[in-house]
């Protein structure tokens, strides 16, 4: 049975402009937009729900700066849920649970930023809540010089956490 049988939530974590302002740049930011993007289109041809998470602190993400702001290529639509939160993982202090619980949806699919954060937090808590969990391996990252490293510890360590894994590609073309 995949995926797409079922209601499923899009959880787009953290996709935000200032993320893409840092020293560092976004490892393969263009290919993780385009990705991200393919996620978004396959969710809405599914009925899914697609749901923007933006974090914000006391820092270079407060709420409601241009920092703040999703990233300028998503388009969000006004059937979309938006989160907001202040820890790392999307269900912490959040109305994530409730809303996914509200509508009978049991899996959730992560992408964003970044890897080792938010990205690894929000999956283990999906995993540990007892949501069918798939990481999108290839589309997640980072701003970090050891990006590519950290992607692939990362999703070895939440695969054998309970998170199956699969490429944007095996997800949009899962039947």
């Not at 995949?2 to 935000?16: F, K, R």
């Not at 820890?87 to 509200?102: N, W």
Request: aromatic share 6%; net charge negative.
């Amino acid at each position: 049975m995949s995926t797409h049988d079922h209601p499923y939530a899009l959880l787009v974590i953290d996709v935000q402009q200032g993320l893409f302002e840092h020293k560092i740049p976004i490892y393969n930011a263009q290919s993780l937009l385009a990705n991200i993007d393919a996620l978004i289109s396959c969710a809405r041809q599914h009925g899914a729900l697609v749901v923007f998470v933006q974090h914000s602190n006391d820092t270079f993400l407060a709420k409601d700066t241009p920092a703040w702001q999703l990233h300028s290529s998503l388009q969000p639509l006004p059937d979309d849920l938006h989160i907001y939160k202040r820890h790392g993982s999307s269900f912490e202090e959040t109305e994530l649970g409730a809303e996914l619980t509200s509508r009978g949806i049991h899996k959730v699919v992560v992408c964003g930023l970044v890897t080792h954060g938010c990205v690894k937090a929000g999956c283990l808590d999906a995993v540990k809540l007892g949501y069918q969990t798939t990481l999108i391996s290839d589309a997640h990252s980072s701003y970090s010089k050891d990006a590519a490293k950290l992607i692939e510890e990362c999703n070895t360590k939440l695969e054998q956490a309970g998170a199956l894994l699969r490429t944007t590609a095996q997800f949009t073309q899962a039947k």
